[in-house]
């Protein structure tokens, strides 16, 4: 059974892009109580997670009216979980910037992703597989 996390606000949160990544943010923020949107572009995704996403949808993240109509310019935070279109997570970005969404966290999968992420102003970059990487070594030392 997942664990709430004590004294924590219940937030609204949209995850675009729901590969491996963006799964993982979805499901574990619905486990811990959040209310969650899941975006994505393929319908094969989207079907695949209907039954453990209460709202997942297919829509092009790129379109800020798309998102409007979903109500993610509603949301407390969008997390952009596009790895592997440099395009599309930056247009994605910029519609959530263009809805008001203030608090936006986006995955970079290089360096200069990341950069161009960093100077759009998002509020955090994450690197998963590097964050990751950092992390187990630290485990495995004892660090």
């Given amino acids: 059974m997942a664990r709430k996390a004590k004294n924590a606000e219940k937030k609204s949160v949209a995850v675009i892009g729901l590969g491996r990544f963006g799964e993982a943010v979805a499901l574990r923020l619905v486990a811990l109580g959040h209310e969650v949107i899941g ?3 393929n319908a094969d995704i989207v079907q695949k997670l209907a039954d453990d996403l209460p ?26 979980a596009i790895g592997a ?4 997570s930056v247009l994605s970005v910029l519609a959530l910037q263009e809805l008001g969404v ?7 999968s ?13 509020t955090k970059v994450v ?3 590097a ?11 004892g660090v």
């Fill in 55 to 80: 709202h997942v949808v297919q829509a092009d993240s790129t379109e800020a009216e798309a998102l409007r109509a979903l109500g993610v310019n509603e949301v407390d935070y969008a997390v952009v």
């Fill in 39 to 41: 975006i994505d572009g």
């Fill in 102 to 108: 203030k608090d936006i966290w986006a995955k970079a």
């Fill in 127 to 129: 690197y998963p597989e």
């Fill in 131 to 141: 964050d990751m990487g950092h992390a187990l070594a630290e485990q495995l030392c």
């Fill in 110 to 122: 290089t360096p200069q992703h990341g950069l161009i992420l960093t100077r759009l102003g998002v």
């Fill in 85 to 88: 279109s440099l395009e599309g």
